[in-house]
């Protein structure tokens, strides 16, 4: 319609242009994230389907960090004089943290820190968490998980360890890297979630990574911007071509159709 772009209505129509614009990236948007979303979990899932490696020999030279939610078995022996702590874990809506110890890998020279599970902030505050040491040779199962920096969203993070300095005891991340900063021990650069076990019914609280593999409601939401966009623009035409067929029937401004008077008798 040649009207959209006369003077009278060419700002009302580069609102909705504009305004069409916007739905349409959002509704792509939603795209990318929903196929985002799809190859996060078919990259997960690809390591659901693998065999439980075992983390010994030849395997502790394998990419770990590639291998996020692959299951997991490792022999060895906890450094307790290096644990650490992993700040704002919640277990039934309690506040607590996580126990991260260096586990000494059986037959090798590295080592690999081990999510051991959750204690209680009370326990935490205490300083003193020997009393949940598990000494002496253990076979830990798991799953592997990467190290991580910072978080998704805000500007969270840790700091950097000193060179002679104090070690850091309590974590926002499992940062391997910057923790292998402050260990003595050659930690692998991905670090394992202990499993519960039918056996432990002790503290550290044993808990696994909540995985939600559906593709979530990016598509939904990606058709309601794209429905959202088509009903304003032929809204809006509709509008337009209603507004001249009436101003068409009205005639000329000021002017308006004569008055029909039936004189009574």
Known sequence: MKQLFTRKWLLATLLVLAAMAVMIRLGIWQLDRLESRRTFNAKVQAQLDQPELVLGGEALGVPLAEMEYREVVVVGEYDHTQEIALRNQYLNNQWGVHLITPLKINGSDQAVLV???????????????????????????????????????????????????????????????????????????????????????????????????????????????????????????????????????????????????????
């Open 115 to 265: 999510d051991r599970g959750w204690i209680s902030a009370a326990d935490f505050e205490g300083g003193d968490w020997s009393k949940f040491n598990e000494p002496g040779i253990v076979e830990v199962r798991g799953v592997i998980r990467a190290s991580r920096s910072q978080a998704d969203f805000g500007s969270r993070s840790d700091p950097t360890p000193v060179p002679g300095g104090a070690p850091i005891r309590a974590w926002n991340f499992v940062n391997v890297p910057a923790i292998s900063q402050q260990a003595s021990l050659s930690l692998l650069p991905a670090y394992v979630q202990e499993k519960p076990a039918a056996d432990w019914n002790d503290m550290p609280i044993r808990t696994q990574p909540e995985l939600d593999l559906t593709e979530g409601p990016h598509l939904g939401y990606a058709l309601q911007w794209f429905t959202f966009a088509a009903i304003l623009g032929i809204g809006y035409l509709v509008y337009i071509r209603r507004h001249e067929k009436a101003n068409k029937k009205s005639g000329p401004i000021g002017q308006q159709p004569s008055d029909v008077y039936v004189e009574a008798e």
